[in-house]
C-alpha cells in the first residue's frame, strides 16, 4: 500500500507563494516508479487537476488555470513531489491532494482523478485578498 502526506499549506495573502509537499511512502514500493499528480476541491466545487509530473520528472503538465504561476517538480532520492504556487490568487483557495499512479513509461503523464490509484488526505490553501 501506498501512503501519501501532503504538507505546506497555510493562510496566504493573494500575491504570496506557498510550497506544497508531498511525502511518499510504502512498503516494497519505489517512488520512481509512480507518476505523480496534485488535484484540488475549492469550496462547493469538485475535484480538479492542478499539475502532474512523469516517474524521471522529465515531464509536467498544468492546467491552464495555473499555468505560469506554479511549477511541479520532484526528488526522487527523497520520495517527495513538490508544487511550488507564486503568486496565488484568492481562486486558488482548496484543499490540495496529491496522488500517485503507476506511471507505464518514465515520461507518461496522467490528467485524469480516475488514473490515479492513491490519494493523500489533502492540505488547506487559503488566499486571502
Known amino acids: 500500500q501506498v501512503q501519501l502526506v501532503e504538507s505546506g499549506g497555510g493562510l496566504v495573502q493573494a500575491g504570496g507563494s506557498l510550497r506544497l509537499s508531498c511525502a511518499f511512502s510504502?512498503?516494497?514500493?519505489?517512488?520512481?516508479?509512480?507518476?505523480m499528480g496534485w488535484f484540488r476541491q475549492g469550496p462547493g466545487k469538485e475535484r480538479e487537476f492542478v499539475a502532474s509530473?512523469?516517474?524521471?520528472?522529465?515531464?509536467?503538465y498544468y492546467a491552464d488555470s495555473v499555468k505560469g504561476r506554479v511549477t511541479v517538480s520532484r526528488d526522487n532520492a527523497k520520495n517527495t513531489v513538490f508544487l511550488q504556487m507564486n503568486p496565488l490568487k484568492p481562486e486558488d483557495t482548496a484543499v490540495y491532494y496529491c496522488?500517485?499512479?503507476?506511471?507505464?513509461?518514465?515520461?507518461?503523464?496522467?490528467?485524469?482523478?480516475?488514473?490515479?490509484?492513491?490519494w493523500g488526505q489533502g492540505t488547506q490553501v487559503t488566499v486571502s485578498s
Open positions: 496522488a500517485a499512479t503507476a506511471g507505464r513509461y518514465a515520461s507518461s503523464i496522467y490528467v485524469k482523478i480516475n488514473e490515479y490509484d492513491y
Open positions: 509530473i512523469s516517474r524521471s520528472g522529465g515531464s509536467t
Open positions: 510504502g512498503s516494497g514500493r519505489t517512488f520512481s516508479n509512480y507518476a
